[in-house]
């Protein structure tokens, strides 16, 4: 059995009630439920923060025993050069997922820390980014 986490950053707590035309409507907690259902194979925790500091604590914390990270880090993939390098510096691989296209957002939604560093990176299937990420490892 497959151990993987997801991992989201800032602001992703308000999924279902945060501007719905982009995020959509559905909690993270009620899809949570859907995926472990549809994934029984899969191991699956879930983390959120709005802190970066603990984002990156939980980096560490699991880089180095779990199969895979799904990483949304929201806002502060355009932003942190430290979850860029804790990324980096564990061995567990990692999955940037967005649920929209960022590259449709403002300019500066086109950049990111976490990349260079991911495994591979998945945006703009909506919820449907993370499925895409479980069924990559």
């Known amino acids: 059995m497959k151990k993987l986490i997801i991992i989201n950053g800032p602001n992703l707590n308000l999924l279902g009630k945060r501007e719905p035309a982009i995020y ?3 909690s993270f907690t009620d899809f949570l439920n859907k995926i ?3 994934y029984p194979k899969v191991q699956l925790e879930y983390f959120q923060s709005n ?5 990156i604590d939980k980096l560490h914390e699991v880089g180095f025993s779990y199969d ?3 990483l949304n880090a929201a806002a502060y993939t355009h932003t942190s050069i ?3 390098d804790a990324v980096k510096a564990i ?3 990692v999955v940037e997922v967005h649920i929209s296209n960022t590259f449709n957002r403002e300019e ?3 950049q990111s820390f976490i990349s260079p560093n991911a495994k591979g990176v ?5 919820l449907q980014s993370y499925e895409l990420a479980i069924q990559s490892f």
Request: neutral net charge.
């Open 122 to 126: 998945i945006l703009g299937f909506g």
């Open 24 to 26: 959509g409507s559905l």
């Open 51 to 55: 802190i970066e500091g603990e984002l």
């Open 36 to 38: 472990k259902t549809k």
């Open 91 to 93: 061995e567990t691989p």
């Open 68 to 70: 895979g990270i799904i």
């Open 108 to 110: 500066f939604r086109h």
């Open 82 to 84: 430290g979850l860029g």
